[in-house]
């Protein structure tokens, strides 16, 4: 059999190959994006990009119920956006298999909050399996579909960043051939009005029962002696930490989660001296293994945010850090230097939040690539929410405070918009709103590394598509006041912005560049006349990392710059021209 070196999303799409899935979605976000990216590389998997996870659940849904196993992929934030059909989807149930597979982000490596999916499972009481390894990732997916179709429910798989991203070696195996179901009209297990949805509560409540029972006897949760002075309970990557953190101490690892093996934690409880869980994020565990009256240590020694490392466990538990050692040397060496988020060198974003800072306008921002905007020395944005909340939340301080009127800027990506903003938008107009909507369209969602979306004009598969406009989009909305800029003109958007900013009724501005990543388009680059730079530092203000401040001299670094030629706009004294010569 062959082994390969796989990540734990490249291993879960080959877990979802494996067992014969053949339709799966997701909308990409980090850490889970690379799921959906692997799994269309499988001719036999139909994979596509929904343009948010609300629709890639709902579409999972409606393909498993038409007898095909079915995959849905999204981060935990996604979750919040997908819980609506998730939670209907467990009385519904399944035909063929259908998995959600969960990205968590402790320590929020690239997300605006940190939450634990673990509670989604257990509120939507559906199964939860977490893996903890590659391994486990590709062969938990495989289970997790006999686990749905044998109980008719959905199953969570829980991933965490360091499982979605790490490496490890994995046995792969042939793909099933599992047939598509018979699709069978039934009304009652599938239309949730309150007289059909009464008694499939019941059925839910039952088959709880059942994937309790099924929790003490599956191999997927097990108990591991050594010494027994010690015994921990955890999953997923904890139990890697733990491992290392206490190879000498006894374990019970849970691979599936929820619901709890009650009788088997007892056991385990009452053969070991002291009882710890280590988990990351909520007390789920332990909460529900204090209340089966067991006493167990947990969350008052271990924090409640970020990740929780094998140091911390060892320090924790032994008193003692793991690598005293190498935390002397690297005191010794140093530490490495940070590396703060900045957008992009010639980034179209960059010049739209110039503009803002520069008219001293409220921005109300959202989740992408743009968020940076927030940072100096742009520094102009006021408030991130979620996913699309930048409109909405725009008309919020426009109604909320009549001083802010004629003050409001909504700022949103081309992906984001599609998402969840044209609700908004839509709102806006309804409501007789008057604030600016600006969609930074970068033609791609780049913020999770240039996935396709509704207005790119191709598929996840890279097939040709219909590309929505955003401008008609913008009009059919009732929004009479849509114009197009070009970020890279800054005298035409800053004139746009003043006089759109202004008007009495809803009006969007397109600032429409493709991303500087995905521009291949020759460019001449730039240089600092010396002899008429003033040492204003004015450039300086776009935060362009091209753009470089060494003592009293300023430079363009050559190897960064992309040739936009915003700075040359910025600069008041013409001291920045291009390489080969003066600028046109």
């Known amino acids: ?111 605006q909050n940190e939450q634990d999916s673990r509670q989604y499972a257990r509120f939507a009481k559906v199964p939860l399996l977490e893996p903890a390894d590659s391994q486990e990732a590709k062969d938990f997916v495989k289970i997790a579909y006999e686990i749905s179709e044998e109980f008719d429910t959905p199953v969570m798989l829980r991933s965490s960043t360091r499982i979605s991203h790490a490496q490890s070696l994995v046995t792969l195996a042939e793909r099933q051939d599992i047939p598509i179901r ?27 029962e059942k994937l309790a ?29 733990v491992r290392e953190a206490l190879p000498e101490a006894s374990v019970l690892k849970l691979g599936l989660s929820y619901p709890l093996p009650q009788r088997l934690i007892k056991e385990f409880a009452a053969g070991v001296e002291e009882l710890f869980v280590v988990e990351e994020l909520d ?51 140093g530490t490495v230097p940070t590396r703060p988020p900045v957008l992009c060198p010639g980034c179209p974003h960059r010049s739209v939040f110039y503009a803002l800072k520069k008219q001293k306008l409220l921005v109300s921002g959202d989740i992408g690539c743009y968020t940076l905007g927030a940072l100096p020395p742009l520094d102009a944005m006021d408030s991130v929410i979620c996913m699309g909340a930048s409109i909405s939340a725009g008309l919020g301080y426009e109604k909320g405070n009549p001083d802010l009127k004629g003050k409001v800027v909504s700022v949103i990506g081309d ?12 709102d806006v107009v309804y409501n007789q709103g008057s604030t600016l909507t600006i969609i930074l369209d970068n033609r791609i969602t780049a913020m999770t590394g240039h996935q396709d979306n509704p207005g790119t004009g191709y598929t996840l598969k890279g097939e040709p598509t219909v590309a929505l406009a955003i401008g008609p989009i913008c009009k059919a909305l009732g929004v009479k006041r849509v114009r197009e800029v070009d970020p890279y003109d800054l005298p035409a958007l800053e004139a746009a912005i003043k006089e759109e900013v202004a008007a009495p009724e809803p ?56 040739g936009c030629g915003v700075c040359v706009q910025v600069c008041k004294f013409d001291a920045i021209v291009k390489a080969g010569g003066e600028n046109d």
């Open 1 to 111: 059999m062959e082994r390969k070196l796989l990540s734990g999303n490249e291993a879960i799409a080959r877990g979802a190959y494996e067992a014969g899935v053949r339709f799966a979605s997701a909308y990409p976000g980090t850490p889970s994006t690379e799921v959906l990216e692997v799994a269309a590389t499988y001719e036999e998997i139909h994979a596509q990009w929904a343009p948010n996870e609300k629709v890639a659940l709902e579409e999972g849904i409606g393909a498993a119920l038409a007898g095909s196993r079915a995959l849905v992929a999204m981060k935990h934030v996604g979750v919040n956006v997908a819980a609506d059909p998730l939670m209907t989807a467990s009385y519904v149930g399944v035909n063929g298999g259908l998995v959600l597979v969960v990205a968590d982000d402790p320590g929020m490596h690239s997300s």
């Open 507 to 562: 009006s969007v501005i397109i600032a429409r560049r493709a991303c500087a990543l995905l521009d291949k388009s020759t460019k001449e680059l730039y240089i600092i006349d010396e002899e008429k730079c003033k040492r204003c530092n004015h450039c300086l203000r776009l935060g362009c990392p091209a753009i470089v401040k060494e003592e009293d001299r300023i430079t363009i670094d050559a190897s960064l710059c992309v």
């Open 213 to 241: 029972a099924y929790a003490e006897n599956t191999p997927l949760n097990r108990i591991e002696w050594r010494d027994k002075k010690i015994g921990v309970i955890c999953a997923g990557i904890s139990y890697q930490q």
């Open 283 to 333: 007390p789920f565990f332990e909460e529900q293994i204090k209340a089966m009256g067991i006493k167990v240590r947990g969350k008052e020694l271990f924090p409640l945010t970020g990740e929780i490392h094998p140091n911390l466990i060892a320090q924790t538990i032994l008193g003692q850090p793991l690598a005293e050692k190498l935390e002397a040397q690297a005191r010794e060496e």
């Open 182 to 208: 018979p699709y069978e009209k039934n009304l009652a297990k599938r239309v949730m009005m309150p007289a059909f949805a009464r008694p499939r509560h019941v059925a839910v409540e039952a088959r709880l």
């Open 415 to 426: 992906s984001t918009f599609f998402h969840s903003g044209l609700t908004g938008l839509m």
